[in-house]
């Protein structure tokens, strides 16, 4: 399996640089449009020593998208939810997802790679195992633990992981990518957020003690 291991250069070096300019690049205008000689420029690097450090378009696009990955992860979040109670947990949860994923650095990302997966079909699959399945399970294992403590009462956990993805992202996300509307300001996501956490917490209430 094609796995994603995002590169870490040092602040300021030669790899920092051209790994931002690509990322600048290849968002704003997609994988076809964006040439090495165009990187190498924006990056104010040769191109040999461009190639020095990545030796072809494709290995820089799948280190670019590998860095977008890694600055996805919902661990931090996690840990601070747990010590809240369910609800507002679910709430800093969806509230962090929602607004990184209609971030307009990340809703480029999904362009991006939604316009290229027929050309790299191994390359949407490792994103999706580093990005959105990773989350999928972090969120998994809160929602387990939830049910363990007895906040909830969830007979299928992937199921519900499913649901408060789909209540969170709604028909919202999808817009944001097509462009069809602008991203809403942070008090209205907290307001959607709101709705969805405590629908999602109302249908899997624990049954009150007799």
Do not use: W
């Not at 250069?9 to 090495?36: T, W």
């Not at 890694?70 to 010590?83: G, H, I």
Request: aromatic share 8%; net charge neutral.
């Amino acid at each position: 399996m094609t796995t994603l291991v995002a590169p870490t250069p040092e602040a300021g070096s030669k790899p920092a640089q051209i790994l931002e300019a690509a990322g600048a690049l290849f968002l704003e205008n997609g994988y076809g449009a964006v040439s090495m000689d165009a990187v190498s420029k924006k990056a104010n690097v040769s191109k040999a020593t461009l190639y020095a450090h990545f030796g072809s378009k494709d290995e820089l696009f799948r280190a670019m998208i590998a860095c977008q990955c890694a600055s996805s992860a919902l661990a931090d979040v996690l840990e601070e939810a747990r010590q809240l109670p369910v609800a507002e947990g679910l709430r800093l949860i969806g509230l962090r997802f929602a607004l990184f994923v209609t971030s307009p650095r990340a809703l480029a990302m999904y362009r991006v790679i939604l316009g290229e997966a027929h050309r790299f079909p191994e390359l949407a699959h490792a994103f999706h195992e580093s990005g959105p399945a990773m989350t999928f399970t972090q969120v998994s294992g809160f929602l387990a633990e939830a049910v363990r403590k007895g906040e909830l009462a969830i007979p299928d956990i992937e199921m519900a992981t499913h649901q408060f993805f789909g209540l969170v992202k709604a028909n919202l996300h999808m817009r944001f990518l097509l462009c069809l509307e602008d991203r809403p300001n942070h008090e209205k996501m907290e307001r959607f957020i709101d709705s969805a956490v405590a629908l999602f917490v109302k249908g899997y209430a624990p049954p009150a003690a007799p």
